[in-house]
């Protein structure tokens, strides 16, 4: 009776044993489950196995050095493998206890696994994906406004960070500092990114998944990217532009009465903010409170400015797109602009000339009656506002007590300034344009900056006839024969300051003669009696009378 006890025990604990499952316990989750394993997804795990009987390693992924790599539900793995793997997460950590008669039953295998042996797995799932898997895009920002969408020849620089689906990172431009630059469709990258790209706009940014089979596959990718990996890549598109791509001007704001537009050879003045697509700024000649200056069509800009510059307005504000072949190409300018940048520029044109150009004059108001007008010589008494050519004003007579004066011909006011005041008559208005060469030219001075054309509006309020230059008193009739006695008005052969004063004075009164203008009359008498009081004795007398000739004749 006693052997055939055992026998049927022994048969009892093997149909126990048959009517186990597979027991599973997720002892780690992941916070995020967005995908599990089911039946016919790939997966790609670590594992350690061992026996439940005594706890020694049969296997071990880890130990091998390479993650296993396998297809679930269809027979490549054991039974209770193929079971116990339905559901997982990636990054779950899950134990699988294994019965024999799902792992390898009552044979064994290979010496490995002896008969009727309960099989634990340790598993750490890092991948699943399926044959019929699509690359995922999800966008997480994109610009309000796209201008452009990347397509296929366009050339395209973007930042990345790639991990595998596991949260590994395998590779970041960020780390490196510098974007990753390629063109689209042409086999340079992995058919999952040719696709994961197309349609991006500039400072848009994505999440782009790539299974094994649109990535690197079964070879993997050197030692950063493992077989059979399924790729996450978080992408900002930094540019994008094709070869053929021409400058792009959008005009965004033009002054009403545009007379006259920049053109090869002019000087122009304008500043600037230049950034990349993405709005991240380079350059702005605002920061430095300073100009930007140059000639038009010299190529002393770069090619794609050079052309913008041409035919704008004075005032006139430009949004210029200017694609690499046309600005700094491929190479770049140090660490300021990475290669193959497009560049965008916001432009405000200050003012251009020629070297040639004539002051401008234009009459707003004339009297009708006017006269002869201000000439050389001429005193002048004037209100004026200088301002630059986008509306700047720099000076005007408003903010002193009293308008400005001028000898015209005395050098006291710039070139172009005197030629706005010739000819003018008392309450006649112009505006008066000064090209930087009859103004304050390349230096500038004071306020006004260097190569600044003025723009002036001019209002004559007094008009004083001159006198020659170093004169101080001209007949304006026949002068009396013989001077002397028709100063001697006593008839006592001499003559003192009040009586040369008083004759001077009665010439000017009946408008025989004419002082000089813009000084006190009493000042310039003064100066003429001493220039005749040779021996300074406080009288003139006929012997020390003399009288200088010129165009016209002076005392």
């Not at 050339?155 to 990345?160: I, K, L, P």
């Not at 960070?161 to 086999?187: E, P, R």
């Not at 089979?213 to 059979?228: D, I, N, R, T």
Request: hydrophobic share 35%; net charge negative; with cysteine.
């Amino acid at each position: 009776m006693f052997p055939l006890l055992l026998f049927l025990h022994v048969v009892a604990l093997k149909c126990s044993a048959e009517l186990l499952d597979v027991e599973v316990d997720r002892y780690h989750m992941p916070k995020r489950c967005p995908r599990e394993v089911q039946t016919e997804d790939f997966v790609r795990y670590h594992f350690n196995g061992t026996f439940q009987s005594n706890g020694k390693t049969f296997d071990s992924s880890h130990v091998r050095g390479k993650e296993y790599v396998s297809q679930v539900g269809v027979g490549r793995l054991i039974h209770g493998m193929d079971r116990g793997l339905l559901g997982t997460c990636v990054n779950e950590r899950r134990r699988i206890t294994v019965p024999p008669h799902l792992a390898y039953g009552s044979v064994g295998t290979g010496g490995v696994i002896p008969p009727d042996a309960i099989l634990v797995y340790d598993v750490l799932l890092l991948d699943i994906w399926n044959s019929q898997d699509k690359i995922q895009i999800r966008s997480l920002s994109k610009p309000e406004r796209c201008a452009r969408a990347a397509a296929a020849s366009d050339f395209v620089r973007y930042h990345y960070n790639g991990t595998l689906l596991s949260g590994k990172t395998f590779l970041s431009s960020h780390a490196k500092n510098a974007t990753y630059d390629t063109y689209l469709g042409q086999g340079d990258l992995i058919a999952g990114m040719e696709e994961g790209l197309l349609g991006m706009c500039v400072a848009e940014r994505r999440i782009v998944i790539v299974p094994p089979f649109l990535a690197y596959g079964e070879k993997g990718h050197g030692s950063v990217v493992p077989p059979q990996a399924t790729l996450v890549f978080d992408v900002l598109m930094v540019d994008v532009f094709n070869p053929k791509d021409d400058l792009v001007v959008e005009v965004q704001e033009v002054p009403e009465g545009c007379e006259r537009r920049s053109a090869v050879g002019d000087f122009i003045r304008y500043h600037y903010n230049g950034t990349f697509q993405d709005g991240t700024a380079f350059d702005s000649s605002y920061k430095r409170n300073s100009t930007y200056n140059t000639y038009v069509g010299r190529g002393y800009v770069i090619a794609g400015i050079d052309r913008a510059l041409e035919g704008l307005c004075m005032g006139e504000k430009r949004k210029v797109v200017v694609p690499p072949h046309l600005a700094y190409g491929g190479e770049g300018v140090g660490e300021l602009i990475p290669g193959s940048a497009v560049l965008v520029f916001h432009i405000h044109v200050l003012d251009f000339h020629k070297p040639d150009d004539a002051v401008e004059v234009k009459v707003v108001r004339r009297p009708e009656e006017c006269g002869p007008g201000s000439r050389e010589d001429d005193w002048l008494r004037y209100r004026y506002n200088c301002s630059l050519m986008d509306g700047t004003l720099l000076y005007s007579s408003d903010q002193y007590n009293s308008p400005s004066v001028t000898t015209l011909g005395a050098n006291e006011v710039i070139p172009g300034l005197e030629q706005g005041l010739m000819g003018m008559c008392v309450g006649e208005t112009r505006e008066v344009v000064v090209p930087p060469h009859w103004g304050h030219g390349e230096n500038g001075a004071g306020v006004v900056p260097a190569s600044a054309v003025l723009f002036f509006q001019l209002e004559l309020l007094e008009l004083q006839k001159g006198v020659p230059k170093g004169f101080m008193f001209v007949w304006l009739g026949d002068v009396p024969e013989p001077l002397f006695p028709a100063m001697d008005l006593d008839g006592d052969r001499q003559v003192p300051l009040q009586e040369f004063s008083d004759f001077i004075a009665l010439q000017v009164q009946r408008g025989n003669g004419r002082l000089r203008p813009g000084m006190p009359p009493d000042d310039i008498i003064r100066d003429m009696f001493d220039s005749q009081d040779l021996d300074k004795d406080g009288k003139i007398v006929v012997r020390e009378v003399t009288l200088r000739v010129d165009d016209r004749d002076e005392l």
